[in-house]
Structures are given as structure tokens and as C-alpha cells.
């Protein structure tokens, strides 16, 4: 899965020339730089491979999606759809600007049910945010009716699933905005950094904006001298991570997705001999990337029989029932309202009222989903590990006899 993998000569070229020019500030210093510009270059490069009008790069997945609620005016007061099978940041970036989290189920593709929108919906609902879990896609164009039918927007969290598509459409180009994530395990990597894309000029701009305390930009002035049509905050990429993101860029279809692709299907073929094991719905497998392959068990007992051989044949399996990650019931800081300020804030109000009321067991779906699901993650260079896995799927399913 991730693009640290692939790291070689063609990063190390791109963030030469950026040390050349002496220049790390993705803004100004124009005389110095000699027209190296790597963030801007990067944008571009990634608007135009997603298909989207404007991109905007940032500092992670998560500010990705900080910057895309503020932009869509997403605050206080306000109610934010998103699902309970996620990565923290997601529910996280919700509560920073002050709205709250309301957890939908997940379905067979392990992504936001399109038939439970309706059922979180309220008066105070701003937006729904869908995540593209594990290299797959959500059933996207369902939700984008739905989204439609409301008039509720969209904001696509395509951070595990950059590079992914449903009938030829790229991923994070369904919704109003899409947020993408390049930390250090993601499909193509800067170390940390993100982007968010949209095909509305005025989002982007309102996006950009706020990444960068507010500046307009204005080009014929210098920085600083810009106005201020609003405050905003530091979500700025820098120029070596856009350098880094250029590389990494024009090896993801050729190199990484294609390599993934083949060694999901390796493990497929052999997975699919168990009788059984069913595997996660993709409505759409060619725009699979192929990062994570997710079968199911018919029950949570034989799931963790499986998950116990695995482990001890020495390929484990991520079991993500159990894992404090990204699961709406292990989130415990989530659950018990954990918060560094003695307010209790974001999760009281001043005056020592709840204002977000979380509980296990609310999602009973997502639950009964995941607790039959194993997981083994996709990496680009298996050729040592994959002869390895085979062997211990082999064994699993020996000791198992007739699953």
C-alpha cells in the first residue's frame, strides 16, 4: 500500500532542485527560486489526473477535510453525516470546527450506507461525509442522489483511496469537494500532506483562503500586504513535499496501483478455493486499487479461528472489530468524551451540558459487518511475502476444515 516503497531517484530529483533554489516556502521569494514552484506544479498535476478543475494542496488528510468544511461554512450548531467504520480524523475534523459527528452504518462495501442517510438526517444537518475505505469505493453515485435529493453536500474522503474510480470517474470528483491524504503509509506519500479538490472556483478559493490565515493572494502585491476577507488558519504544504508528491504522482497508475492490483489477485485466487469466505462488495472492481483485500467469515468465531492461524503462520490479518483505529466502538476518547481542555469542550458546552452523545451498540450493522471481516493489507513489493501468505492461507484453511 504505501508509496514510501517506491521512493528512488526520481523524489530525490524533484527535491534537489528544490534545495537548490534554497526555497522551502510554497509562496513569494520569486527571484530566489529560479521557477521552481513544486506545490503549485503539483496541483496542477493532481487536478489534472483527477479530472477536477482546482486543487489545493495541504498539510494532511486531516486539515484536507478541515479546510473543506470550513469552506462549505460548516460550524457550530451545524450536524455532519459520516460513518462509523473511519479513520479518527474524519469525526475529529468535524468536531474541530465545532459541528458534530453523526455516525451512519457502513454496508457490504464497508463504506457509508446510501439507505441510512435518512435515518441520521436533522434540521441541523450541513453536509455528509462518505469515506472510500481501503483502496474501494462507496456505492458514491447512490449517495450523490441522496445528497442531491437534500440538497445536502457532499465531501468525498478519499484518503485511503487516491488513485480510485467508479465508472471511470476519479474518486473525490463525486461531491463538492474531495480530500485526499500522502501521510507516510498512503497510497502515494509526501510524509504528511494532503490535498482537496473541487470543481467550483469559488470553494477553492474560500479553501485557499483559510489555509493560509486568510490571505487572498493577491499576486500584485506582496505578501502581507494582501487583504483579509476572512480569518483563517496554517494548513500549508511546503515545497519539498510538492516535490516529493510530483514523483510519487507518475508512479501511481503505472507502478503502484498496477503492482497492488496483481498482488491482491495472487491472494484472491487463493482465498476464493475456501468454501465459505465471501468477499466485500466493490460495486465497481476496475476502480479497485487494490490496497487492502477484505473477505468475511460467516462468523465473528471462525473470523478470529482464522485471524489465530494466520498470525501464528506468521502472516497476520488485521481483524477490525478490535481496532482502536477505526471503529466507532473502540474509540474510547470518542465514547467517554475525552478532551485536553477542562471545559470538556468539544464534547460539553460551557456550561457543562453534553453537546455530542455517543454509545456502543448504535450502529449494530456496522458491527455485525466488521466482526466477521479480516483484512490483509496490499503492498507493492510482496515477492517475499506473498509465497509466504499463500502458504498460510493454505494452512488456515486446513486446520479449519469446512468453513
Known amino acids: 500500500m504505501p508509496g514510501f516503497e517506491v521512493l528512488g531517484e526520481e523524489e530525490k530529483k524533484e527535491i534537489m532542485e528544490v534545495l537548490s533554489s534554497k526555497v522551502l516556502f510554497r509562496y513569494e521569494f520569486h527571484a530566489q527560486r529560479n521557477g521552481v514552484y513544486k506545490v503549485a506544479e503539483f496541483e496542477k498535476a493532481f487536478a489534472s489526473y483527477c479530472g477536477a478543475g482546482h486543487a489545493l494542496a495541504v498539510s494532511s488528510g486531516t486539515a484536507a477535510l478541515r479546510v473543506a468544511l470550513a469552506a462549505l461554512g460548516v460550524g457550530p450548531g451545524d450536524e455532519v453525516i459520516t460513518q462509523g467504520f473511519t479513520f479518527v480524523a474524519t469525526w475529529e475534523a468535524i468536531l474541530e470546527t465545532g459541528a458534530v459527528p453523526v455516525f451512519a452504518e457502513v454496508d457490504e462495501t464497508l463504506c457509508m450506507d446510501p439507505g441510512d442517510i435518512r435515518k441520521r438526517l436533522s434540521a441541523r444537518t450541513k453536509a455528509i461525509v462518505p469515506v472510500h475505505m481501503c483502496g474501494a469505493h462507496a456505492k458514491i453515485s447512490d449517495i450523490i442522489t441522496v445528497s442531491s435529493e437534500l440538497g445536502i453536500p457532499v465531501i468525498e474522503d478519499t484518503a485511503q483511496s487516491c488513485g480510485g474510480s467508479y465508472r471511470d470517474k476519479k474518486l473525490g470528483t463525486f461531491g463538492k469537494m474531495g480530500c485526499f491524504s500522502f501521510d507516510s503509509v498512503k ?67 503505472p507502478v503502484i496501483i498496477k503492482r497492488q492490483r496483481e498482488n491482491k489477485k495472487a491472494l484472491k485466487d487463493a482465498l476464493e478455493t475456501i468454501k465459505g469466505i465471501s468477499f466485500r462488495s ?79 451498540g448504535s450502529l449494530p450493522a456496522t458491527s455485525e459487518l466488521l466482526s466477521r471481516a479480516l483484512t490483509i493489507p496490499i503492498n507493492i513489493d510482496m515477492e517475499k511475502d506473498l509465497p509466504v501468505k499463500l502458504k498460510a492461507i493454505e494452512n488456515a484453511a486446513k486446520s479449519l476444515g469446512d468453513i
Open 187 to 253: 497510497t502515494i506519500t509526501t510524509g504528511e500532506g494532503g490535498m482537496v479538490i473541487t470543481d467550483d472556483k469559488e470553494l477553492h478559493t474560500r479553501a485557499s483562503e483559510y489555509h493560509d490565515h486568510g490571505h487572498d493572494h493577491d499576486v500584485r502585491v506582496g505578501r502581507g500586504l494582501e487583504k483579509r476577507n476572512f480569518m483563517g488558519f496554517n494548513y500549508r504544504m511546503m515545497e519539498l513535499q510538492g516535490a516529493l508528491g510530483l514523483a510519487q504522482l507518475k508512479k501511481l497508475d
Open 282 to 360: 466493490i460495486p465497481d472492481p476496475s476502480g479497485d486499487i487494490a490496497s487492502f483485500l477484505i473477505f468475511f467469515l460467516p462468523t465473528p468465531e471462525k473470523a478470529l479461528a482464522f485471524s489465530k492461524v494466520m498470525a501464528r503462520e506468521g502472516s497476520p490479518v488485521v481483524y477490525w472489530h478490535d481496532n482502536t483505529w477505526h471503529y466507532y466502538e473502540r474509540w474510547e476518547h470518542l465514547l467517554e468524551g475525552k478532551s485536553v481542555l477542562p471545559s470538556g469542550y468539544p464534547f460539553k458546552n460551557p456550561d457543562g451540558k453534553a453537546r455530542v452523545s455517543c454509545s456502543p
